[in-house]
């Protein structure tokens, strides 16, 4: 079986400290920079660590979004997969980076094509 797909790891710098810490909004912002770029939300789920820094997931048809913030540094990192290949997962990062009122943002985007074997597929 062949697992096809892309992924895309977003560090986010100097992000607005307030909204890195506030779960609701973050949680609101992150399913709106889905939703503006064409994924349809299915689910989410997003947890704060004491009142600090939050990690949240939310679960599309064709993608994967997650999120973590560290706000005594400032930074987000935004990771989404996709099970296909013709998406484009540059631009939820954008949104983010806009909405999170970020200086900057560095990203790795990578294929994935891996061949499984049957009994890894079978688990």
């Keep these: 079986m062949r697992v096809k ?4 790891l977003a560090e986010m710098h100097d992000c607005d400290i307030e909204l ?5 909004r ?16 299915e689910d989410c789920i997003f947890h704060q ?23 005594e540094s400032r930074r987000a990192t935004f990771d989404l997969v996709a099970c296909r290949e013709d998406l484009n997962l540059l ?15 560095t990203a790795a985007y990578s294929k994935r094509d891996i061949e499984v074997g049957s009994a ?4």
């Design 5 to 8: 797909g892309l992924h895309v």
């Design 20 to 24: 890195l810490q506030d779960l609701h």
């Design 26 to 41: 973050l949680e609101t912002l992150v399913k709106d920079a889905a939703d503006e770029n064409g994924f349809t939300v």
């Design 49 to 71: 660590f004491n009142q600090e820094g939050i990690s949240g997931v939310v679960i599309a048809p064709d993608a994967n979004f997650s999120i973590h913030t560290w706000p």
């Design 91 to 105: 631009a939820p990062c954008e949104c983010l980076v806009s909405k999170l009122d970020a200086s900057h943002m």
């Design 120 to 123: 890894v597929a079978a688990m």
